[in-house]
């Protein structure tokens, strides 16, 4: 497995955007499609967005499409979500999460290696 680190997250009001990053460890990370999960409080886990190995294929949450981003950075072990236009209810605690293999497409397999969590606040 990965380990798993992210940061960026904080208090930004509706309309506004942050940047999460996920820094991984090992040498291997290139192998590895990654992801972002969002949990709300009382509600479960919920998959955001991922991407494959290559950055070349994304997937996102119907809620999340044309305001958030997936990016990563292979020489650097590294990925990122760009949000923009948030809004209240994309309030939660984000996770960054991975899964061996080239594919970032949901559907195919549970995503094992996760991270602990940045809390993302956006107040009305």
């Known amino acids: 497995q990965v380990q798993l680190v992210e940061s960026g997250g904080g208090l930004v009001q509706a309309g506004g955007s942050l940047r999460l990053s996920c820094a991984a460890s090992g040498r291997t990370f290139n192998s590895y499609a990654m992801g972002w999960f969002r949990q709300a409080p009382g509600r479960e886990r919920d998959f955001v967005a991922a991407i494959g190995w290559s950055g070349l294929r994304t997937y996102y949450a119907d809620s999340v499409k044309g305001r958030f981003t997936i990016s990563r950075d292979n020489a650097k072990n590294s990925q990122y979500l760009q949000m923009s236009s948030l809004k209240p209810e994309d309030t939660a605690v984000y996770y960054c999460?991975?899964?061996?293999?080239?594919?970032?497409?949901?559907?195919?397999?549970?995503?094992?290696?996760w991270g602990q969590g940045t809390q993302v606040t956006v107040s009305s």
């Open positions: 999460a991975a899964r061996s293999g080239s594919s970032g497409d949901p559907s195919r397999g549970a995503f094992d290696s």
